[in-house]
């Protein structure tokens, strides 16, 4: 595979609560994914479409504010299941 845009954004998701046994991957709090565009390995394909979005709202140039976040680039979000909470940071690179 040929990879031929080089991406400006580089997103971080911690786990900031919810614990393994409540997770069918074991998820749980202090897990860390890092992620460009791609989808973050071992992440949560049920849960990938919500973050996919909120990715896409800081790549169309636009930011959580309106999301009700107080940091526009920084937002907390519950998986599709609502058992494990995720705090997505975005950053421009």
Not at 36 to 58: A, D, H, N, R, S
Request: proline letters at 4%; glycine letters at 8%.
């Amino acid at each position: 595979m040929h990879k031929w845009i080089n991406e400006d954004w580089e997103f971080t998701i911690t786990v900031m609560s919810g614990k393994a046994d409540y997770c069918r991957l074991g998820i749980e709090e202090g897990d860390t994914f890092r992620c460009q565009y791609e989808v973050p390995t071992g992440f949560c394909p049920k849960t990938m479409p919500i973050l996919y979005t909120l990715c896409e709202i800081v790549r169309c140039g636009g930011n959580y504010i309106s999301r009700g976040s107080k940091n526009e680039y920084e937002i907390d979000f519950p998986c599709a299941d609502s058992v494990i909470t995720f705090h997505l940071q975005a950053k421009h690179i």
